[in-house]
């Protein structure tokens, strides 16, 4: 089965905090994505990546950057958290057959 | 960019009803097509996928969805649900042009609730 790990469930931070997301797959996926997901909004896309060290910004990039140094790993940083960031935050990879695989999700609170 | 549709926020069952989630999408070339489903604390996961061929698809626990190419739909469908089916359904979809490498169009969801 494939498997992406989230380094928290929850988080909470103060405004003005730099911030790190960290998610893991072991099926050595290629593209990897991070979503922020709130209430009926659905899932909105903040950035993806398709290699290791490429990155392409999704549609709500603004106040995050990212990071893949290595192809399992994929973070997510926040410069400096604002509370308007406060969500829920997935990461997922894709395989092969476009099926994208999850992570539990951080719910990050800024305070 | 594409855009999904679907109907319905909030949808409130007795079990053994019958389930109609709306799915609409804005691509008329080739689609991927996706329903996942989050239940209460869990992650997302896949329910069903239509890639090509047969337009109706099965997917896990007794859910299936019909690709209506014509209506640009994807509804998924469940003649009998249960209060364990109580979660959150997202439609995806991704086309093949338009689509930045494999990403996904997801819809806002569907909260489906099933009363005992």
């Known amino acids: 089965d494939v498997k992406v790990t989230q380094s928290s469930r929850y988080l909470v931070k103060r405004t003005g905090e730099k911030v790190f997301l960290e998610c893991v797959q072991d099926?050595?996926?290629?593209?990897m994505f991070w979503y922020r997901q709130d209430p009926g909004l659905g899932l909105r896309l903040i950035y993806f990546s398709y290699d290791v060290k490429m990155k392409e910004k999704g549609d709500i990039p603004e106040g995050y950057s990212v990071s893949r140094e290595k192809k399992e790993r994929f973070s997510l940083i926040l410069e400096s958290a604002s509370t308007n960031q406060t969500s829920m935050y997935l990461c997922?990879?894709?395989?092969?057959?476009?099926?994208?695989?999850f992570g539990p999700g951080t719910r990050l609170t800024v305070l | 960019a594409q855009s999904v549709s679907q109907h319905n926020h909030h949808v409130i069952l007795s079990e053994a009803a019958s389930l109609e989630l709306g799915c609409n999408y804005s691509y008329g070339g080739t689609v991927n097509l996706f329903w996942y489903v989050q239940y209460p604390g869990q992650h997302l996961q896949l329910l069903l996928k239509y890639f090509s061929g047969d337009p109706l698809v099965k997917g896990i626990k007794g859910f299936e969805a019909e690709f209506i190419k014509s209506k640009f739909s994807f509804n998924l469908r469940k003649p009998s649900v249960q209060w364990s089916d109580t979660a959150e359904y997202f439609c995806?979809?991704?086309?093949?042009?338009?689509?930045?490498?494999?990403?996904?169009?997801f819809g806002r969801g569907t909260q489906l609730t099933v009363w005992p």
């Open positions: 995806a979809v991704k086309a093949d042009r338009g689509s930045t490498l494999g990403r996904l169009y």
């Open positions: 099926m050595d996926h290629e593209n």
């Open positions: 997922a990879s894709r395989d092969r057959r476009n099926e994208q695989f």
